[in-house]
C-alpha cells in the first residue's frame, strides 16, 4: 500500500495542489516524523530492525500522501474518476485475495480482510460498506450486473473474517442508498 501511494502521489504530482496554508501540515508531520524516528532510535531495543522501523511508520506516510492525492483528485474531475477507479480495484483485490484466504486457511480469520490485517475484526464490517460507497459513487448508482457481483463479493469480504454484522448492515445500506439516495419509489405491493 505504502509503494502505491508513493508511486500515485508521485505519478500525478499530488504535491502541486499544495497551498502556503498547509505548510502547518507539512510541518507538524516533519515534527512527528522527528519524534517518532527518535523515540524509536531511543526507545527500542537493539533488536528491532529497520523493517520494523519502516511498517510501524509507513502507516502514517500512507494517510500524509493519500491527503494530498485525494485533494489533487478533489479539485480535478478527471482525477476523481481515476482515484475511485484506483479504489474500485483495490476492492476487487481484496475481494480475489479473501477468495483465495478462505482456500487456504479453510476457513475465517477474524484479524484479516483481504490483505489488510489489523486486530479484531471491525475492518470486517466497515470495509466493505466503504467499498460499496466507492462503488456507488463509481457507478454514480447506477449498477450492471457485475456490479451486484463484487457487492456479492464484498458480502464474501465481509464472511471470511468472521463478521456476521456485514450479512445485515450491508444489505441495509444498500437499500438506503437505492431508495433515500437515488429517490426510488416504494410501491405497496412490492411489501405486500
Known amino acids: 500500500m505504502l509503494l502505491l501511494c ?8 499530488a504535491w502541486r495542489a ?9 510541518l507538524a508531520y516533519v515534527l512527528f516524523t522527528a519524534q517518532f524516528v527518535l523515540s524509536a532510535i531511543y526507545f527500542s531495543p537493539v533488536a528491532t530492525s529497520v523493517t520494523t522501523l519502516l511498517s510501524q511508520y509507513a502507516r502514517y506516510i500512507e494517510a500524509f500522501l493519500l491527503y494530498f492525492i485525494i485533494k489533487e ?7 476523481k474518476e481515476q482515484l475511485l477507479r484506483l479504489f474500485y480495484d483495490i476492492g476487487l483485490m481484496q475481494i480475489i485475495i479473501s477468495v483465495f484466504k478462505f482456500a487456504v486457511f479453510r476457513g475465517q480469520i477474524e484479524g484479516l480482510v483481504g490483505s489488510f490485517s489489523i486486530p479484531g475484526g471491525e475492518m470486517g464490517t466497515t470495509i466493505p460498506i466503504l467499498w460499496f460507497i466507492i462503488l456507488w459513487l463509481y457507478r454514480k448508482g447506477q449498477f450492471s450486473k457485475w456490479d451486484w457481483l463484487y457487492l456479492l463479493g464484498l458480502l464474501f469480504l465481509g464472511f471470511t473474517t468472521g463478521k456476521r454484522a456485514v450479512m445485515f448492515i450491508l444489505p441495509v445500506v444498500v437499500f438506503v442508498f437505492f431508495v433515500y439516495v437515488q429517490g426510488v419509489r416504494i410501491k405497496k405491493s412490492w411489501i405486500a
Do not use: S
Not at 18 to 26: A, G, K, T
Not at 73 to 79: E, S, T
Open 18 to 26: 499544495y497551498v502556503p496554508r498547509e505548510r502547518w501540515i507539512v
Open 73 to 79: 483528485a478533489v479539485y480535478c474531475r478527471g482525477k
Open 6 to 13: 508513493l508511486y500515485v502521489a508521485y505519478r500525478y504530482k
